[in-house]
């Protein structure tokens, strides 16, 4: 029975980490794969706290999908509300994420300081972060209990997820006089699938991670495959 070491955070680098959360205007959080794989508590701690958050390709389901603070995938095969969320925010945590170029867009996205909680030093120092080197739920937890009480700008939250919402159904029809993006194109297809159905995407499909968000967006009783 094997049984996951989950070294938590040194106490100097989460009381740095506990200072710029608390300090943020416009926090976000974004998801890796090492959120998954940690199981650590995203989705208890992005409500308590009002944070939104994106996601890697890795960390797709990190968050369920109709969570309230679920912005989408994030970087280059993200959405706009996501990208835009990104750009805009002061402080970044980014949880179980190794900040690849497209998750970063080739380190042009995020313009904010970054948090790298990671069980590893390098990835947890990437793009000059605050490191806070730890397991992600053993981090997670300890974050949580050091910020209690904390919620971020409620004004911040307010427009992230309404420019989600507003950019789930972004290309579904109306007026465009751009080509229509290959997303909304198949997530209208995804409309009138069944449970029986199989959606399949080529590697290397540009718009795949937003176009599963268009999908669970569309049809909430009818997760998209991961």
Not at 196 to 212: C, E, K, V, W, Y
Request: glycine share 10%; net charge negative.
């Amino acid at each position: 029975h094997w049984v996951p070491r989950r070294p938590p955070p040194d106490a100097m680098e989460l009381a740095r980490a506990v200072t710029l959360l608390r300090e943020a205007q416009s926090p976000l959080i974004v998801a890796g794969g090492g959120a998954i794989y940690s199981e650590a508590p995203l989705a208890d701690f992005a409500a308590a706290h009002g944070i939104p958050v994106v996601e890697t390709q890795a960390g797709k389901g990190a968050l369920p999908h109709d969570h309230p603070c679920n912005l989408g995938a994030i970087g280059v095969t993200g959405t706009e509300a996501a990208n835009q969320a990104a750009a805009e925010a002061d402080a970044i945590l980014a949880i179980g994420t190794r900040l690849q170029d497209f998750t970063t867009g080739s380190r042009a996205l995020f313009t904010g300081r970054i948090i790298g909680l990671n069980v590893q030093p390098f990835d947890a120092g990437k793009l000059d972060a605050v490191p806070l080197v730890a397991d992600a739920q053993a981090g997670l937890e300890a974050l949580d209990a050091a910020l209690a009480g904390h919620v971020a700008p409620a004004a911040w939250t307010d427009r992230a997820t309404a420019a989600r919402d507003a950019d789930k159904f972004s290309g579904m029809g109306g007026p465009r006089e751009e080509p229509v993006w290959q997303g909304a194109i198949a997530a209208g297809i995804r409309l009138v699938m069944t449970e029986n159905d199989l959606s399949l995407l080529i590697r290397g499909a540009r718009d795949r991670a937003a176009f599963f968000d268009h999908c669970a967006a569309l049809e909430p009783t009818k997760t998209a495959p991961r």
